[in-house]
């Protein structure tokens, strides 16, 4: 097997795992499967995906879990910025992306992605990495959930190096930020890319460390925060604070814009976005309440 149909088994493994679980987390609503697939001079990029999404279930309002293993002739910008010997070169990648938007306003939003990239320069070799994380976004944060998310990505790290759970926690606070609004879009995580140090092996090894965490992460909070008592002023700041969801991932967000760049499937690249959002001028929560308290956990901080 190669080394990217073994990421590609792993994958789908992956997106079936966290579907099962979730429908678990909400006891009513189910996935429901849309199969795509772009054939070759139709589009810029070709290949095909496993979009799933729940709706209007009794916990998640929309949840999209996605996969997809898509290639193109020619990378564009979005992924070649960094890699400018890369401009043009063939490429294939293969991916996991899902966001969660519950209806209880006391579960937070939650996002993971797991890639694979494979380039094929013009000259020399093969150039491979890995990408990913997972990032929360609570709208009314309890400490003990946010330290249970940045202890179970912290223990994922560890077999990896000392320094793994640091550079990718600081990394996710760096990314994951409205300069716009001088805020972080939650309480972080982690977040990668660009990974090849060492052999694939280890690399992908890491990488299922990371999918496989997801769930560890988020499903205890979910269970722990599904039946919390809300009123009509919790459901609407979750949906003023859902538009700041919407600004990172239309402004900032660099999978938005390779998808879109590259002549992807629309429908399931903004999957992403929630299904009800706001969006309020001037908006300023009552001092002392718990809706400005939010504030104070939009700033990166040492959670353990």
């Known amino acids: 097997m190669s080394q990217i149909d073994a990421v590609h088994a792993y994958l789908t493994d992956l997106q079936d795992r966290i579907c099962a679980a979730l429908e678990g987390c909400d006891g009513a609503a189910r996935f429901v499967e849309d199969r795509w697939q772009r054939e070759a001079g139709t589009t810029p990029i070709k290949g095909g995906g496993r979009s799933r999404v729940m709706k209007q ?5 929309q949840a999209g879990v996605g996969f997809s293993d898509v ?37 937070p939003t939650s996002h993971a992605n797991v890639r694979y990239f494979e380039a094929r320069p013009k000259a020399g070799a ?21 330290r249970h998310w940045h202890q179970v990505a912290h223990d994922l790290c560890t077999p990896f190096g000392e320094g793994r759970y640091a550079t990718h926690k600081q990394w996710c606070d760096r990314y994951f930020f409205l300069k716009h609004r001088d805020e972080t879009r939650g309480v972080g995580g982690l977040f990668f890319d660009d990974l090849n140090e060492g052999s694939f092996e280890q690399c992908f ?3 299922r460390a990371v999918g496989d965490g997801y769930l560890d992460a988020y499903v205890p909070i979910v269970e722990k925060r599904k039946a919390t008592e809300y009123g009509d002023r919790e459901r609407e700041f979750q949906l003023y604070r859902r538009g700041r969801y919407v600004e990172f991932n239309l402004v900032w967000d660099r999978g938005t814009l390779f998808g879109l760049q590259s002549g992807g499937r629309t429908e399931s690249i903004l ?19 718990e809706e400005a308290r939010l504030a104070e956990y939009l700033k990166p901080r040492d959670w353990l």
């Open 271 to 289: 999957m992403s976005l929630p299904p009800r959002v706001r969006f309020e001028y001037g908006y300023v929560p009552e001092a002392g309440s």
């Open 205 to 207: 090894a890491y990488q």
């Open 126 to 146: 093969p150039i491979w990495w890995f990408g990913g994380g997972f990032d929360l976004t609570p709208f009314y944060p309890f400490d003990d959930d946010v």
């Open 57 to 61: 279930g009794a916990v998640f309002e």
């Open 71 to 107: 290639s193109g002739d020619a990378l564009p910008a979005a992924a070649s910025a960094h890699r400018p010997e890369l401009a043009g070169a063939p490429w294939r990648a293969v991916g996991v992306s899902l966001v969660i938007h519950p209806r209880n306003p006391y579960v």
